[in-house]
């Protein structure tokens, strides 16, 4: 059982290029989510699912994609990264609304 | 709009003695109340967390103490030691709305306990 698993954990982007980070959980949560951490900002909530299929913005969708195909991945897609977009992103899983979230470890993206 | 605040941002304790931090919202739909706990390099973990139902959760040395009138709630951690140094975050979610759009997190508090 390995939780929430999140890759890379580290990745570099040059201003304009794409890129997907991965989540992957094993637990058959129906609840996922992605949010990004910066200094001082605590963490804010970038998408969110219900299920497979079901996608909605959260507080910051500006420039990232998601899809859910499967209950077990939510990838998440930067389609034109900018500097803005530096940070440290979080997964995350929920078997439902009265439970707990468990966080993935982390992708730190820095685009220069 | 921040809807959740959270203080302070930095707290220093001694070694056995008492942590607590203050968490506001806004949002009175808000009726799930988690608190969040990360190390360095690690992702959040959940620590404790309350619904509005009741006022006080005790789960080993962290208490969390809920004010729904004053739309205020607390951690407290006794006994506080080194190993509790981390960031801690609160968070409020709508259970009732299904709750699957995520937390509304506060800002966050460095917590050092000195030895």
């Known amino acids: 059982n390995a939780g929430v698993t999140q890759t890379p954990k580290f990745q570099v982007l040059k201003t304009g290029q794409s890129m997907t980070l991965q989540c992957a959980q094993d637990m058959n949560h129906e609840y996922m989510s992605w949010y990004r951490q910066d200094p001082g900002m605590g963490l804010r909530l970038i998408h969110y699912?219900?299920?497979?299929?079901?996608?909605d913005q959260g507080e910051v969708p500006n420039g990232y994609n998601v899809s859910r195909s499967t209950t077990e991945d939510f990838p998440l897609r930067l389609l034109s990264a900018a500097p803005s977009q530096t940070s440290v992103y979080f997964c995350?899983?929920?078997?439902?609304?009265?439970?707990?979230?468990?966080f993935g470890s982390g992708t730190r993206l820095t685009v220069v | 709009q921040q809807q959740v605040k959270q203080s302070p941002q930095s707290l220093i304790v001694q070694k056995g003695g008492i942590s607590i931090i203050n968490c506001a919202y806004e949002?009175?739909?808000?009726?799930?109340f988690p608190w969040y706990q990360q190390f360095p390099g690690k992702g959040p973990a959940l620590l404790i967390a309350?619904?509005?139902?009741?006022s006080e959760k005790k789960e080993g040395r962290f208490t969390i103490s809920f004010n729904k009138s004053a739309k205020q709630f607390s951690l407290h951690i006794m006994d506080s030691q080194p190993g509790d140094s981390a960031t801690y975050f609160c968070a409020a979610s709508e259970i009732s709305g299904g709750g699957a759009d995520g937390l509304t997190f506060g800002k966050g508090t460095h917590l050092i306990i000195q030895p």
């Open positions: 309350i619904r509005p139902d009741v």
């Open positions: 995350a899983s929920s078997e439902g609304a009265n439970y707990g979230y468990t």
């Open positions: 949002n009175t739909a808000f009726d799930y």
């Open positions: 699912s219900v299920g497979a299929g079901i996608t």
